[in-house]
């Protein structure tokens, strides 16, 4: 069985209006490593061009981030056929450069992802009680959906009498 996970990796202007490029770099700590591989990235994003940089994740890398913009705000990759070997640390770093009026601001932000991988992922405890309340949220607004379907019903019936009430006193009257 095959597995792939996505490593997400976000990095939003403040500013939306103004003009911006960048370009994500990633790269890789193998779990008990000091150092992040540094002589060479694992893969690097630049305008409509991903390209994977170490042999380890050769074809493995498939760029899910920002496309079609200069702009990248999402530099998340997809690693395809995920092995024990792929556990540690992930760094994302955008460069961006912002073109303001008057000249270019370079910001560099960087990101870690932590990626342990297991042989049967067992759910946390806050997934389980999520998916639980979740049910008991459900229940609860369809019964209260219920609850007020017949109170506007009721509203709507005594309205309906209240009315055929005054037609027959006002009839009676003539």
Known sequence: MTVSFLLVCISCKRREEVPGSAIVDWHYKAA???EFIHVS???QYEYNNPIILHENFEGR???????GTK???????????????????YLCTFHRTLYLPLNEEHVVISKEVELTVVENANPELTAVISEIMMY???AVLQLWMIGVLIYCYRKIYAENEARETR????????
């Open 41 to 43: 990235r694992i893969f």
């Open 32 to 34: 008990g490593s000091d």
């Open 61 to 67: 890398l498939e760029w899910k981030g920002t496309m």
């Open 136 to 138: 008991v949220l459900i």
């Open 167 to 174: 037609k027959t006193a006002r009839s009676q009257s003539k």
């Open 71 to 89: 702009d990248v705000q999402i530099g998340s990759v997809f690693i395809h056929n995920v092995t024990y070997n792929d556990t540690g640390t």
